[in-house]
């Protein structure tokens, strides 16, 4: 089996009684039918409920496994879309504070996008400072949580504002007649717990509607809204070189992770790490290394060319390395297996945010008025940790990737303007045109234990590759593919001739010696990235969206957050395949609806294929359907 799984580290894991996640994977076996298929409900205190067909139909109330597995459906998208729009408020206010001055901690690095930004919104910028315009830009975007006009107000177009900032008329369009525009991102949150609750909504279309609008809320109020304000704050990433895997930590300096998803913390820890090497020095480290884990890795990666240390299913295993002084963390995706694994080794496992505590962690609030002070106490303690560390039990695993990341859409098109400065996008869709380029598919999301160490992301993207698909992507797969090699130039030697002639030919125009045939677009919040990509192409080549030859993959998701990231480009018009299936099997509508009518609706459907092959042959076919760009 092809395996991204360093057996030395799950040896060590063993030898030192550290369990990981695959142990705890297998003790669970076997897994609840009921729960796997999403047939049982828990939503009122006569259950729990289970449906068993021919036998028990019906839950105590009445409701049926349609109206359960959408019920369910809608509960998780809610609880995914809650975590991209919490991210998105926490940047949103310390934007808020930069802009009022009460904290000097951070700059405003990207003026161009804030005035871009502050245009779309319909604001005024003339005559006024930098620090103005934020401070009505962040005014503009709070309404996305604090508007109280009421759900009905939507018909007269009071809805998200960031959709003025990134979604398009056609677009509009379909949602406005679906009915699904959102007025607060907030409102249709609860309202979806409110809906799903016993002896409300007996209807499973209409609280699938209701998934309609989540991803919208997930799209635009959260993850639109926090890549746009990071980018403002930190600078709008560029094409930048760096290094991926578990080997990017360093035996003799003070190795610190940053873990989690939000830039806030981990770019002052970077930042004081940087000035702090004398610290390191003096304890007789060679200085002090920042690599990233998860998303906050990829959003380090992306602006500062941060080594990336790995994906979602490797926390342990960097642990395991015992190289590891401190992991600092924020928030989603954390296991709460950590301090267990940390307390083997001498880590110093250090929480930041007051709702992700971890019993036996050092929790250290992390607020954006004192940042730098924060950021200093934390090197302070991994420097501690380090002198505990020195000569004990190091297992660092020796293969270190090169990749190319930072392929924000502003990089594409520097990128592209290469080859026509006017109309960047032209070259790309002219590719596409002649079928060189079959299309472009957004590879995205988590890895899942379920998949037990398999490499799905890695294969499918590879199949994808020679086929002539252009891929980008996010995420842990962002980790994933850069691990495999195929975020490095030498990968166009993979791709298929058409795609190959295309990187080359780009590549050749900005002093490369080709483009990697894999993007890396960022975190997970920065699938709105791959969002406005499409958004720009399907303006820029005149066709709708659903009508481009472009699809998404989440091919190991586990969170949540995946299926809220799901919806949102479902309602972008593209099709999105899955892996493992959704588990609407029990509920013949949630299938009928989401694999098939859905297409008449928003122009897309959900695909499933639990092989790297099956996926690959059903995403190829759905870009083959469409050629007439
Ligand atoms: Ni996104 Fe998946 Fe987590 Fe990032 Fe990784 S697990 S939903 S990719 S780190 S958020
Ligand atoms: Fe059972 Fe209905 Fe209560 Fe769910 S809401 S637990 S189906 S009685």
């Not at 941060?306 to 401190?326: I, K, N, Y």
């Not at 080709?514 to 990235?529: F, Q």
């Not at 709708?544 to 972008?572: H, N, Q, R, T, W």
Request: aromatic share 6%; net charge positive; charged share 25%.
């Amino acid at each position: 089996m092809n395996s991204w799984v360093d057996p030395k580290i799950v040896s060590k894991a063993r030898r030192d009684k550290a369990k990981l996640v695959f142990d705890r994977f297998e003790e669970q076996q076997p897994q609840c039918v009921f729960g796997l298929g999403d047939v049982c409900c828990k939503n009122c205190f006569q259950g729990p409920c289970r449906i068993i067909p021919g036998k028990q139909e019906e839950g105590v109330c009445g409701a049926n496994a349609d109206l359960i597995v959408t019920r369910n459906l809608l509960r998780h998208v809610a609880a995914g879309t809650a975590c991209h729009t919490d991210h998105a408020k926490e940047v949103l206010l310390a934007l808020l504070k930069i802009s009022e001055g009460k904290t000097k901690s951070y700059p405003i690095k990207d003026k161009e996008k804030l005035f871009f930004v502050a245009r779309k919104l319909g604001l005024k910028t003339f005559g006024k400072s930098v620090k103005q315009v934020a401070k009505s830009v962040v005014l503009e975007a709070l309404e996305e949580f604090r508007r109280q006009e009421g759900l009905l107000k939507q018909r007269e177009g009071l809805t998200l504002n960031w959709f003025k900032v990134r979604a398009n008329k056609e677009r509009m369009k379909a949602w406005s007649k679906l009915d699904i525009l959102p007025v607060n991102a907030d409102a249709e949150i609860s309202h979806a717990l409110h809906q799903t609750t016993m002896g409300n909504d007996a209807d499973p279309v209409n609280v699938l509607l209701s998934v309609l609008k989540l991803g919208l809320v997930d799209g635009f109020a959260g993850m639109s809204l926090a890549t746009d304000v990071q980018d403002i704050i930190f600078g709008t990433p560029y094409l930048t070189k760096s290094t991926a895997n578990l080997g990017v930590l360093k035996k003799d300096w003070v190795n610190i992770i940053v873990h989690g998803h939000l830039p806030l913390l981990s770019e002052k820890v970077l930042e004081w790490s940087r000035k702090m090497g004398l610290h390191a020095k003096k304890v007789g480290a060679k200085g002090i290394n920042v690599v990233g884990m998860c998303c906050t890795g990829n959003e380090l990666l992306m602006r500062q060319g941060v080594p990336m240390a790995g994906h979602v299913m490797q926390q342990e295993m960097a642990l395991v390395t015992g190289a590891v002084d401190a992991t600092v963390v924020d928030l989603q995706c954390i296991y709460p297996s950590l301090q267990d694994i940390a307390s083997c080794y001498n880590t110093r496992l250090i929480t930041t945010i007051d709702f992700v505590k971890i019993p036996g962690a050092l929790h250290l609030p992390f607020e954006v008025e004192n940042a730098d002070r924060s950021a200093k106490k934390i090197i302070k303690e991994a420097v501690k940790a380090f002198q505990k560390r020195k000569g004990k039990n190091v297992l660092i695993p020796e293969k270190v990737s090169e990749l190319y990341g930072g392929f924000s859409v502003e990089a594409i098109k520097t990128l592209l303007s290469k080859l026509d400065k006017k109309n960047p996008f032209k070259p790309l869709i002219n590719e596409m045109k002649s079928g060189n380029v079959l299309g472009i598919v957004a590879v995205v999301g988590c890895r899942n234990a379920k998949l037990r160490g398999q490499a799905f992301q890695e294969e499918l993207t590879r199949i994808l590759i020679k086929n002539n698909v252009l891929v980008v992507g996010t995420g842990c797969w962002a980790h994933a593919a850069a691990q495999a090699d195929l975020m490095n130039p030498r990968a166009v030697k993979l791709a298929g001739d058409g795609l190959k002639h295309f990187l080359e030919k780009v590549g050749e125009a900005n002093g490369l010696e080709a483009l990697p045939p894999a993007w890396h677009m960022g975190s997970c919040v920065d699938c709105s990235r791959i969002g406005a990509l499409f958004t720009q192409l399907s303006e820029a080549s005149n066709t709708s969206l659903p009508d481009l030859p472009i699809a998404c993959s989440a091919p190991e998701y586990m969170a949540e957050k995946s299926l809220a990231i799901g919806v949102y480009f479902l309602d972008l018009g593209v099709t999105t395949h899955v892996n493992p299936a959704l588990s609407i099997k029990g509920s013949k509508i949630a299938t009928r609806v989401l694999t098939k009518d859905l297409e008449k609706l928003v122009g897309s459907r959900v695909i499933f294929g639990s092989t790297p092959e099956t996926a690959a042959k059903k995403i190829i076919g759905v870009l083959k359907s469409k050629r007439n760009l």
